[in-house]
């Protein structure tokens, strides 16, 4: 009963809605995770294609492909939201100042993303792996940061932007 009057509330006042990464200002904000997403598509796609180059696929086989297939499409979707949280919460104009090209970054982000949720191409998690070491370095240069590239210990074994923390 609450619930209906408030949404007929709603309807005549027309509240604007909010959304948040969270409700405190805590000035977390890390591209790591989004990078180990991005890792992650490629694993998943890489794990994929062993199965795909099987003769046949037994019952087993099957269930693992749709688990790799939506663990895929879940850090696909992943990158897209961590890095759509960094650009809108944390990026203001003094980083976009600092870094020009972060809308258009980030939107290419967004599309590559889209692209590893729709198909199984490894050449596409790649893309999305440069894309988000590229926003990771320009993150890391608006924090006065340096970083390095090296192969990350564990599958897929990519190169990935890392700050110099010490």
């Known amino acids: ?22 409700d405190i200002p805590c000035k977390i904000y890390d591209p790591s995770t ?3 997403a991005a890792l992650t598509v490629i694993r998943m796609l890489d794990l ?4 795909a180059d099987k003769d046949s696929l ?8 749709a688990r790799l297939v939506a ?6 979707l992943k990158v897209k939201e961590e890095v759509r949280v960094i650009w809108g919460d944390y990026f203001k104009q003094p980083q976009f100042d600092q870094i ?3 809308h258009e970054l980030t939107h290419s982000i967004m599309l590559q993303g889209s ?12 893309e999305l792996l440069k894309l988000v070491n590229e926003f990771a370095e320009a993150f890391w ?20 932007v890392y700050p110099k923390l010490g």
């Open 34 to 36: 989004a990078q180990i």
């Open 1 to 22: 009963m609450l619930h209906n009057l408030l949404v007929s509330i709603d309807k005549k006042l027309k509240f604007v809605e909010a959304s948040a990464h969270c």
């Open 48 to 51: 994929i294609k062993e199965l």
């Open 58 to 65: 037994t019952p087993a086989d099957q269930a693992q492909l």
């Open 100 to 102: 020009p090209n972060a």
């Open 115 to 126: 692209k590893c949720k729709q198909q199984l191409d490894r050449a596409h998690g790649e």
């Open 141 to 160: 240069k608006t924090k006065g940061v340096e970083t390095y590239t090296a192969t990350c210990p564990y599958p897929p074994a990519e190169q990935v």
């Open 71 to 76: 663990q895929k499409e879940e850090h696909a």
